[in-house]
């Protein structure tokens, strides 16, 4: 059958084209995608190419399918896997197969090295190595948006789970944060910090007492409380608060002051900025980790670390930048729960919009950027859907149903714009 999919030739080089796909094998599946969240890794892939040490070498003559955060349904189930999965089941695909013998050795990954599976097409042919590898997951929920954004957010669940706590005397380390510990999220509220906000107050076994978020962006700020609240967080037994260290003299030492002068037993750093590396580790506890989220571009990329207090105080270190499959399972569950990752959203698209989106992704503001493979509709911010909707009424309606569920993407929203996009 034929599909319609953004590949990637080579440098900047993204063309939305439409071509046959392959018989399916039986050891393969065939499935549709509904929508995919483009990412800032998809960004990079763009900008480097063949460089990109998950991209083929050779994708100027096959290239491969962009898009890793995607959800769909699945259309044909080949024998092999017909014990496990069915026609018309929801399902979400972990992209980090952690599998080396894939195309060109390469540590593949769906949206990064296939020819025939990634997140920006219509339809796709799920290989077998997917479900070898139990990263085909289903998603028993409303809606397709939840599950395409379960890669990002088991990403910060996975961060959540990778810091670590020692105990005297003993080799052995603690993973996971404190129960009732004392948390800081810095640069917090970018698409990455809302979906660390969202999962601190909605898991269902540790949480901090003291969760301080800040950034230097009162706007972003704002949006952040009033999408997750002190009030809800008080319920969870969470004490939240949102501050603004562009206003403040010192800021290390006012978060120091807010912490009762303990420091943070966990403090995430969501920007790769020396400065605020420097003040993740300025507000550390005894024992305290310090998780550095956001993965620089630069190689040589450095900042200064206090060794008397890593040697005096056990303070530390950590790095992670994805989720495994574990995680995003975690994610799956908890939005069948109810938790709704819809914060993160400000915009909503078509797979046309999807190359120049892509390619320009760190200069447009807002968080994710969601597209609908099926739609054909420029990249859109919700908050810009009433004045579309002046001279047409799909807008006007999309406007309607988000500003019903407090200005966010949701479900209703979803469902009408796939019925509606032909008069897009």
């Known amino acids: 059958m034929k599909t319609k999919a953004v590949r990637i030739y080579g440098k900047a080089d993204l063309r939305l084209e439409e071509f046959e796909l392959p018989p399916m094998r039986d050891d393969e599946i ?11 890794s998809s960004y990079k892939v763009a900008l480097e190419g063949a460089d990109h040490k998950r991209v083929p070498k050779d994708i100027a003559e096959n290239p491969t399918i962009l898009g890793h955060e995607f959800a769909g349904r699945i259309l044909e189930v080949g024998s092999k896997w017909q ?19 894939g195309p060109a050795g390469l540590l593949s990954a769906p949206g990064y090295s296939y020819r025939y599976v990634g997140g920006n097409a219509t339809y796709i042919i799920i290989p077998n190595e997917v479900m070898e590898l139990g990263c085909l997951l289903p998603f028993h929920a409303e809606g397709f948006y939840p599950a395409s954004l379960s890669e990002p957010l088991s990403c910060v669940i996975g961060a959540i789970h990778a810091c670590y706590h020692t ?4 080799y052995v380390h603690m993973m996971d944060i404190k129960e009732g510990g004392k948390m800081a999220l810095l640069a917090g509220v970018g698409p990455m910090g809302l ?12 949480r ?5 978020v800040t950034d230097i962006d009162q706007a972003r700020l704002d949006r952040a409380a009033s999408l997750y609240t002190k009030e809800f967080a008080a319920s969870r037994g969470i004490d939240l608060r949102y501050i603004n260290t562009g206003f403040l003299e010192n ?3 006012t978060l120091r002051e807010i912490s009762g002068g303990t420091g943070y037993d966990e403090v995430v750093v969501m920007a790769p900025v020396r400065a605020v590396v420097e003040q993740g580790d300025d507000i550390l506890g005894h024992d305290g980790c310090l998780n550095f989220f956001s993965g620089p571009r630069e190689a040589d990329f450095k900042a200064l670390f206090n060794f008397y207090n890593v040697h005096y105080a056990s303070t530390h270190v950590v790095g992670t930048s994805g989720g495994n499959t574990d995680d995003m399972k975690e994610a799956l569950d908890l939005m069948a729960k109810g938790m709704d990752p819809a914060g993160l959203i400000t915009h909503i698209g078509g797979l046309n919009a999807v190359p120049e989106t892509t390619i320009n992704l760190p200069r447009i503001p807002g968080g994710k950027k969601l ?6 509709m420029p990249l859109t911010a919700i908050a810009d859907f009433a004045e579309k909707g002046k001279t047409h009424p799909v807008y006007a309606e999309l406007d309607r149903l988000c500003k019903a569920h407090n200005g966010l993407w949701n479900v209703e929203a979803e469902e009408y714009l796939l019925s509606h996009a032909a008069e897009l």
């Open 30 to 40: 065939l499935a549709e995608v509904v929508c995919d969240s483009i990412c800032m």
């Open 83 to 101: 014990h496990r999965f069915k026609k018309g089941d929801k399902f979400s695909i972990q992209p980090a197969l952690n599998y080396e013998a």
């Open 167 to 170: 105990t005297p005397g003993s």
């Open 195 to 206: 979906a660390m906000i969202n999962y601190v107050l909605h898991r269902e076994d540790r």
């Open 208 to 212: 901090p007492s003291l969760f301080v």
């Open 251 to 253: 800021p290390a030492r």
């Open 371 to 376: 597209v609908y493979t099926h739609v054909e």
